[in-house]
């Protein structure tokens, strides 16, 4: 009996955003590991060797083509340029059946968005300024519970671009604009949090999760050192009392 074949893979873009920017400055924010730390990832110690690790020691970029590849990792980086903005994407191989990245929670597929969507925001609004995150993850304490989304109360039909105003579970209002949204996560800006955004991701019960689990970074400009410690402590509090282990806070 022959061996059934693997279906043949095919680079399907997994996110696109265009910014108002020169390509020149683009690559910049691809490139210089300074300024990568003010969109990639969040605040934690270890944030700078990842940084290095992922964008230098196993990026290969080419100036020519404004490419940037991860030698055996399936992704790649393009720029286009497009009259007065550049396009920018994350390009991944994806089985020849399955195109919709829509459909798959996976942590790397959904890490790249919630990223370039961060790289977006900060580029198009905050392009001079330095951020601060918090980090937060973890599972529903029980089964049925509701995920970080519908948890916050935040708005589950808007569609992208739509103003929003809520009164969170947290204990503050929650107000600005839909960001981007996908079927496993919601990006909001927060015009409180120094005109911050909020990532919110959802992981669908599963054998692996039972109740299922949540990621939420919180990126905040402008802050003053008490107003982000009353954030943190905030959400901290929100969190663990909804999120069992292992639920984990990480800021800088």
């Keep these: 009996m022959s061996t059934p074949s693997k279906p043949p893979s095919v680079d399907e873009p997994l996110v696109e955003v265009t910014v108002s920017a020169p390509a020149d400055e683009v690559w910049r924010w691809l490139r210089d590991p300074a300024v990568i730390a003010q969109w990639f ?3 934690a110690d270890t944030l700078p060797a990842e940084i290095e690790f ?4 196993h990026a290969v970029a080419s100036e020519a083509d404004r490419t940037v590849s991860f030698g055996d990792m399936p ?9 007065d903005t550049t396009i920018v994407r994350v390009v991944r191989s ?21 990223f370039f969507r961060q790289l977006e925001f900060a580029l198009e609004r905050h392009a001079a300024d330095t951020r601060r995150t918090l980090y937060f993850s973890g599972s529903p304490r029980n089964a049925g519970d509701p995920l970080g989304v519908a948890a916050l109360g935040l ?3 808007s569609a992208a671009g739509e103003r929003y105003a809520v009164s969170s579970s947290t204990g503050e209002t929650l107000a600005g604009q839909i960001w981007h949204r996908g079927r496993y996560q919601l990006g909001v800006t927060v015009d409180s949090w120094g005109d911050g ?3 919110v991701m959802d992981r ?10 949540s990621q939420a970074i919180l990126t905040t400009y402008g802050l003053s050192d008490e107003a982000f410690s009353a954030l943190e402590t905030r959400w901290s509090t929100w ?13 800088d």
């Design 204 to 213: 669908p019960a599963s054998d692996r999760w039972p109740t299922g689990g």
């Design 54 to 57: 992922i964008f230098v020691e």
């Design 155 to 157: 708005p589950a039909i």
């Design 239 to 251: 969190w663990n009392d909804r999120f069992g282990p292992p639920a984990q806070s990480t800021c």
């Design 94 to 114: 994806a089985p020849a059946a399955d195109h919709d990245w829509d459909d798959v929670f996976e942590d790397m597929t959904q890490g790249w968005i919630a």
């Design 41 to 43: 990832g969040w605040d």
């Design 197 to 199: 955004l909020l990532i």
């Design 75 to 83: 992704d790649r980086f393009e720029l286009e340029v497009r009259g």
